[in-house]
């Protein structure tokens, strides 16, 4: 009997050692699950760096717009849009032709205008029966095309394409993170990922973005900056496939 249990006794390090190694494996694999997945401001810099030089992931308020709502360019856009009651062009328009980002066929054409087509489409009706105005051709050129932008509206039941907001967006220096949201997830909303709210500090790129020499288009910019000239925004990040990046519609908070 006393050797059974010396016997045990000798058997209990080896089993230690191997419950030991069980619990640090698991520990491991624990350790690298999105549950557990520590977020560091250098992920947040190199996520960053690289997201900001695409245009759609340009804050908007450093992006002009065409005036008003309509197809995704090139297309027709109702010539009155383009232009004052005077008949003058729009100073805004003539300066994105001047600048070589836009060219425009004024009056090159008739049809249904732009919110005509779309309220349409949103309710399953013809468009033909919409009276006739005068349409011009919008192009981009190949400028244009690099920093080029339409955004929908934002609910996916409306038609796409028809009537959103045709941008150019300038080129942004990313300044780094000011502060940033300890990853998190909503139990009450369907988005599965662990997600941040990071605020970062950009200013524009002058030296990328030819166009800012233009006073007209520079004007438009919504810009603030802070005495250091920095500007800031707040971002959502998510964790996805244990990789760390931008999600849909990263400018709105979706926790």
């Not at 245009?55 to 308020?61: D, H, L, V, Y």
């Not at 000239?229 to 926790?255: A, C, F, H, Q, V």
Request: proline share 6%.
């Amino acid at each position: 009997m006393v050797g059974i249990l010396e016997g045990s006794k000798s058997q209990c390090p080896r089993l230690g050692n191997i419950v030991g190694r069980i619990v640090a494996g698991a520990l491991i694999l624990m350790s690298c699950s999105p549950v557990f997945a520590q977020l560091k401001e250098s992920d947040i810099d190199t996520l960053l760096t690289t997201a900001l030089t695409e245009t759609q992931n340009i804050p908007a308020n450093a992006c002009v717009s065409m005036p008003n709502p309509g197809v995704k360019l090139p297309g027709n856009t109702e010539t009155a849009s383009l232009m004052y009651p005077s008949g003058d062009i729009r100073k805004d328009v003539a300066a994105l032709i001047d600048a070589g980002l836009i060219t425009v066929k004024f009056n090159s054409g008739e049809g249904a205008s732009a919110l005509a087509v779309f309220k349409a489409k949103a309710a399953g009706t013809d468009s033909s029966t919409s009276p006739n105005v005068a349409l011009s051709y919008v192009e981009l050129t190949p400028l244009g095309n690099k920093f080029y932008r339409y955004d929908d509206p934002k609910s996916g039941h409306l038609p796409q394409g028809l009537y959103g907001a045709n941008r150019f967006c300038a080129h942004i220096q990313y300044g780094g993170v000011e502060k940033y949201m300890k990853p998190l997830k909503n139990p009450y909303d369907d988005n599965p990922h662990l997600v941040s709210w990071v605020n970062f500090k950009w200013k524009l790129d002058q030296h990328k973005t030819p166009w800012l020499n233009n006073a007209v288009l520079k004007e438009q910019l919504s810009i603030y900056s802070d005495k250091d000239s920095w500007s800031r925004s707040g971002i959502l990040i998510e964790m996805n496939d244990d990789k760390w990046e931008l999600g849909n519609e990263p400018y709105t908070i979706r926790w």
